[in-house]
C-alpha cells in the first residue's frame, strides 16, 4: 500500500508540473505523432503561453532500456534540477538522470551513443534528479533535432505540450477543434489525472483483493492452530474454571490478549514496512508495482505511509486472533475442568 501510494503520488506531481494540454493527432481513437507543419497555428491561439514539440522514445543503452525525450533547448521541466552540470544548449548534448548515470558510472563530459549503430554521439551536460524518483532512473534528455533523428520521425512529433493562461482551456482546446485539415486527440491535465487515478486505484484494487484472500485463508489456519489440538490452551482454562473462574472472565482474559496482540502487531507491521522499504529499498516486493526494476530497484523506490493502513492492520489483526481464539475459548471454558485439564 505505501508503494502504491508513494508512486501515485510522484506520477501526480509529474502530471502536475506538466502541460495543460498534450496535442496528438487522433489515430482510430488512439494517440498519433502531430506534424510540425501545425506548430505556428498552435502558438497564435489566444490564450496559448507556450507550445513544446516533443518526441518520446524507448532505446537501449548499453544494457539498459532508456526512455529518451527530445525537446528545445530551454524547456526542460523546472523539476528537472540539475546536480551536477548544466542543461543541453545545442545539438549533441544530452541531460540524464542520476539513476542511469550512476550504473553506468558516467559523469559530467562522458560522451555515449544513443540508438544503435546508426545513433547519435552524445556528450553529458549535466545530471538531474527531479521530484519522481522513477524519473530519475532511467530517463535522458536530448534536443529535439536529435531525438527526431535518433527514431527517425521526420517531420512529426510525439505531441506537443500546450502551456495557457488560467481559465483558457477550454477556449484553447475548442480552437484546437476548428483548426483546418487535422483531427486533433486534446487532452487535459485534467483528463491525465483521472488516467492516473483510475490506474492506480485499479493497481491498489488488485492488491486489496489479494489482501482479502489471505485474510479469508487465515480464518481457517487461525482456527486450527489455535482452536483445535492445544491442549496446553485447554489445560490452562481448565485450571482457571476450578479457582473458580466463570466463563464471561475467562472469554473476557481472551478479548483482553487479542487487543493487546493487535495493539502490538499492528505497529510491528508498519516498522518492519518500514525497513523493508526505507532500508531494503522494496527488495523483492517493489517490482510489483513498478515494472521492470528486477530484484534490486536502481532508484529509491517511492513509498508513502498514510495511517489507514496501520488501522487496517490493527482491525484485521484483532478479527483473526478473535475468530481463532474466542470459539475454542468458549469451547473449553464450557467443559468440566477434569475433562480440560486431562
Given at each position: 500500500m505505501a508503494i502504491s501510494e508513494g508512486v501515485k503520488a510522484?506520477?501526480?506531481?509529474?502530471?502536475?508540473?506538466?502541460?495543460d494540454i498534450y496535442l496528438t493527432l487522433d489515430q482510430y481513437g488512439k494517440n498519433a505523432p502531430v506534424p510540425l507543419k501545425y506548430l505556428p497555428d498552435v502558438k497564435k491561439i489566444n490564450g496559448v503561453m507556450r507550445v513544446v514539440p516533443r518526441v518520446l522514445g524507448r532505446t537501449y543503452l548499453g544494457d539498459s532500456l532508456a526512455v529518451v525525450v527530445g525537446i528545445p533547448a530551454g524547456e526542460l521541466p523546472p523539476s528537472v534540477e540539475c546536480v551536477e552540470g548544466k542543461p543541453f544548449s545545442s545539438r549533441g548534448e544530452a541531460v540524464i538522470g542520476v539513476g542511469l548515470?550512476?550504473?553506468?558510472?558516467?559523469?559530467?563530459?562522458?560522451a555515449f551513443m544513443l540508438g544503435g549503430v546508426n545513433g547519435r554521439m552524445l556528450?553529458?551536460?549535466?545530471?538531474?534528479?527531479?521530484?519522481?524518483?522513477?524519473?530519475?532512473?532511467?530517463?535522458?534528455?536530448?534536443?529535439?533535432?536529435?531525438?527526431?533523428?535518433?527514431?527517425?520521425?521526420?517531420?512529426?512529433?510525439?505531441?506537443?505540450?500546450?502551456y495557457v493562461r488560467p481559465g483558457y482551456t477550454s477556449a484553447v482546446a475548442e480552437t484546437l477543434k476548428k483548426i483546418e485539415g487535422a483531427s486533433f486527440r486534446i487532452q487535459s491535465k485534467e483528463l491525465v489525472k483521472q488516467y492516473f487515478n483510475k490506474g492506480f486505484t485499479l493497481k491498489g484494487g488488485i492488491f486489496t483483493a489479494l489482501y482479502t484472500v489471505a485474510f479469508a485463508l487465515a480464518i481457517p489456519a487461525l482456527l486450527v492452530s489455535s482452536g483445535f489440538g492445544l491442549s496446553e490452551r485447554k489445560r490452562e482454562i481448565g485450571i482457571f474454571?476450578?479457582?473458580?473462574?466463570?466463563?464471561?472472565?475467562?472469554?473476557?482474559?481472551?478479548?483482553?490478549?487479542?487487543?493487546?496482540i493487535s495493539l502490538s502487531a499492528a505497529p510491528l507491521a508498519l516498522l518492519i514496512s518500514f525497513l523493508w522499504l526505507k532500508g531494503l529499498n522494496g527488495l523483492f516486493i517493489a517490482q510489483f508495482f513498478i515494472a521492470e526494476i528486477g530484484l534490486f530497484p536502481p532508484f529509491n523506490v517511492p513509498a508513502r505511509f498514510l495511517p489507514i493502513p496501520a488501522f487496517l492492520s490493527f482491525f484485521f489483526s484483532l478479527i483473526l486472533t478473535m475468530v481463532?481464539?474466542?470459539?475454542?475459548?468458549?469451547?473449553?471454558?464450557?467443559?468440566?475442568?477434569?475433562?480440560?485439564?486431562?
Open positions: 510522484e506520477s501526480m506531481a509529474s502530471v502536475m508540473e506538466g502541460a548515470a550512476r550504473h553506468f558510472n558516467f559523469s559530467v563530459g562522458h556528450k553529458i551536460t549535466g545530471l538531474f534528479k527531479a521530484d519522481s524518483s522513477i524519473w530519475a532512473s532511467d530517463l535522458i534528455f536530448i534536443p529535439f533535432e536529435d531525438a527526431s533523428a535518433i527514431f527517425k520521425t521526420g517531420d512529426l512529433a510525439t505531441d506537443f505540450l500546450i474454571k476450578a479457582t473458580g473462574w466463570q466463563t464471561s472472565e475467562v472469554l473476557e482474559m481472551v478479548v483482553f490478549e487479542n487487543l493487546i481463532g481464539s474466542l470459539y475454542s475459548s468458549w469451547r473449553a471454558a464450557v467443559i468440566p475442568p477434569a475433562e480440560a485439564m486431562k
